[in-house]
């Protein structure tokens, strides 16, 4: 129960030609504390109720439990989520051995794209495809959590 990931920016938007699947994501926090969220998710035509842990000084491994839940259930604790739902839609490229999921983040996030891929061990090596830009593993303003409080259309 164990997550690791490392995020990444995207610099095009030539990962929509690698992808072999693409999902819309709603999803909003009943508890956006650093030191632990409770996210409730409706990816595509499923619910899930997800807590995850604080992460480790580099970032890239926490504590995540995760459970699917009914499409029904997941959208009334939509209702009871904390203000600022994260709406993206997730692409998925196969990169070798990884996977790279892609959010293309809409509404109050708009313009923003980010990447990840889990990785068995925090060292382990993966190839970066072109499109993939400067690292953000570890910055607390890119988690979904914090973009739920502090959308990318208020940065500077």
Same mark, same amino acid.
């Not at 491994?61 to 994260?86: D, M, N, V």
């Not at 109050?108 to 382990?124: Q, R, T, Y």
């Given at each position: 129960? &164990?997550?690791?990931?490392?995020?990444?920016?995207?610099?095009?938007?030539?990962?929509?030609?690698?992808?072999?699947?693409? +999902?819309?994501?709603?999803?909003?926090?009943?508890?956006?504390?650093?030191?632990?969220?409770?996210?409730?998710?409706?990816?595509?035509?499923?619910?899930?109720?997800?807590?995850?842990?604080?992460?480790?000084?580099?970032?890239?491994?926490?504590?995540?439990?995760?459970?699917? #839940?009914? #499409? +029904?259930?997941?959208?009334?604790?939509?209702?009871?989520?904390? +203000? /600022?739902? #994260?709406?993206?839609?997730?692409?998925?490229? &196969?990169? $070798? $051995?990884?996977?790279?999921?892609?959010?293309?983040?809409? /509404?109050?996030?708009? /313009?923003? #794209?980010? +990447?990840?891929?889990?990785?068995?061990?925090?060292?382990?090596?993966?190839?970066?495809?072109?499109?993939?830009?400067?690292?953000?593993?570890? &910055?607390?303003?890119?988690?979904?959590?914090?973009?739920?409080?502090?959308?990318?259309? $208020?940065?500077?």
């Amino acid at each position: 129960m &164990q997550e690791i990931e490392r995020k990444f920016l995207v610099t095009s938007e030539a990962f929509k030609n690698e992808a072999f699947k693409r +999902a819309r994501i709603l999803q909003g926090f009943l508890n956006s504390n650093p030191h632990r969220t409770v996210r409730v998710r409706i990816h595509g035509e499923t619910g899930y109720i997800t807590i995850k842990g604080k992460p480790n000084e580099s970032g890239t491994t926490r504590f995540e439990w995760e459970k699917q #839940i009914p #499409i +029904a259930e997941a959208e009334q604790l939509l209702h009871l989520c904390e +203000a /600022g739902i #994260i709406e993206k839609t997730r692409y998925e490229v &196969q990169n $070798d $051995d990884h996977i790279f999921e892609v959010d293309e983040f809409s /509404g109050d996030n708009e /313009g923003l #794209i980010v +990447a990840e891929i889990e990785l068995k061990d925090e060292a382990e090596p993966f190839h970066k495809p072109e499109w993939l830009g400067r690292e953000v593993t570890g &910055q607390v303003k890119y988690y979904n959590s914090n973009l739920s409080k502090n959308p990318f259309r $208020d940065w500077d």
